[in-house]
Each structure stands twice: as structure tokens, then as C-alpha cells.
């Protein structure tokens, strides 16, 4: 069992930035894939980014989020930049045993985080 917890979200201005925290309990965090993935209001959850033993993200983020992760202190991080209002939504981490190719498949996923909230003003 891994259990996630979000953290570093908040209300930032458009062009801001700020940095999520995901701590995930358990021993086997290494062997772990981890995502981010963000749900705005009236819409379907959708991905971000993700890292195992390389990375890959949306296209509506990249070059503006890097996503990383600690692996002593089993953590997983993202940072954004370049903040714009559409990126408004609760943030969620996630973590599962599966391959490369399906990082970006929400249902691939086994374990989520509670969810942390970002608001971008314009």
C-alpha cells in the first residue's frame, strides 16, 4: 500500500509560480512511476506530467512544469512556471507499477493523493 500527500498549493498571479509536493509513504517508491494530474471544475481529470526512469508531459506544459523526483526523501515533485489562469484546478499525485507507455493513462494509475488546489488569477 502507498499512501500520497499533496502539498504547495495556493493562489498564485498569472505568470507566477509554484511548487507541488507529493511525500508518498512505503519502501518501494523507487520502482514506483509517479504522475501529476489536475481536474478543473466541470471538466474530466486529466494529465500532466509523469516520471520513472525518464519523463514525459502534456503538451499544454511543456517547457513551462518540470516535474522531478527525491528518491531518499520519496518524494515527488512539480515545479510550474509561467503560471496562466487555465491552469486552475485541484492537483492530484498518483503512483503505480506500470509502463513507460501508459504514464499518461489515468487509469493506469493504483494509488492517489487527497489533491491540492491551484488558482491562477489573471
Known amino acids: 500500500q502507498v499512501q500520497l500527500v499533496e502539498s504547495g498549493g495556493g493562489l498564485v498571479q498569472a505568470g507566477g509560480s509554484l511548487r507541488l509536493s507529493c511525500a508518498a509513504s512505503?519502501?518501494?517508491?523507487?520502482?514506483?512511476?509517479m504522475g501529476w494530474f489536475r481536474q478543473a471544475p466541470g471538466k474530466e481529470r486529466e494529465f500532466v506530467a509523469a516520471?520513472?526512469?525518464?519523463?514525459v508531459y502534456a503538451d499544454s506544459v511543456k517547457g513551462r512544469f518540470t516535474i522531478s523526483r527525491d528518491n531518499a526523501k520519496t518524494t515527488v515533485y512539480l515545479q510550474m512556471n509561467s503560471l496562466k489562469p487555465e491552469d486552475t484546478a485541484v492537483y492530484y499525485c498518483?503512483?503505480?507499477?506500470?509502463?513507460?507507455?501508459?504514464?499518461?493513462?489515468?487509469?493506469?494509475?493504483?494509488?492517489w493523493g487527497q489533491g491540492t488546489q491551484v488558482t491562477v488569477s489573471s
Open positions: 498518483a503512483a503505480g507499477f506500470l509502463p513507460a507507455g501508459l504514464r499518461s493513462t489515468l487509469g493506469a494509475y493504483d494509488y
Open positions: 512505503g519502501r518501494t517508491f523507487s520502482s514506483l512511476a
Open positions: 516520471i520513472h526512469w525518464s519523463f
